[in-house]
């Protein structure tokens, strides 16, 4: 049915825009935490199938994709030289995570301008199912 296929791609958004929310949220909040020395620095992003584009591909018609996922990506590091900090390296050189807080922010406010609109999406939808039910029950 037509109306169960717009459901699930307003569901489908509602999670993908809330996954984006979490990763930007993680990110700005593990920006000014002390990477241990040698150890790889990972920020989330949010991907719209949780998988690649080719897992994407072979999907048929009529079948739903795959639900997005949160996923670590490699990110640079930044080093400030602090030798008093117990994290400090044998230069006295401290590694934080290179997140771009303007990226980060602007995420935060897209992703959430962008729920709104789903849920504004959903529940006009919505009102309109029980409407169609009701003008449907008074015959």
């Not at 920006?31 to 072979?58: C, E, I, S």
Request: proline share 7%; charged share 20%; glycine share 8%.
């Amino acid at each position: 049915m037509v109306v169960d296929q717009i459901f699930s791609a307003s569901r489908f958004g509602l999670e993908y825009e809330r996954l984006r929310l979490e990763a930007a949220s993680h990110n700005i909040a593990v920006a000014n935490t002390p990477v241990a020395p040698g150890q790889p620095t990972r920020l989330l992003r949010a991907a719209p199938y949780g998988v690649g584009f080719d897992a994407v591909v072979g999907i048929g018609a009529g079948e739903l994709p795959p639900e997005p996922a949160l996923v670590a990506v490699e990110a640079g590091q930044r080093e400030v030289h602090d030798p008093s900090d117990p994290m400090a390296d044998a230069q006295g050189m401290v590694s934080y995570p290179r997140v771009d807080m303007v990226q980060e922010m602007s995420s935060l406010v897209e992703a959430s301008r962008a729920y709104e609109a789903n849920v504004r999406a959903f529940n006009t939808l919505r009102s309109m199912a029980l409407h169609a039910l009701d003008v449907g029950g008074e015959s």
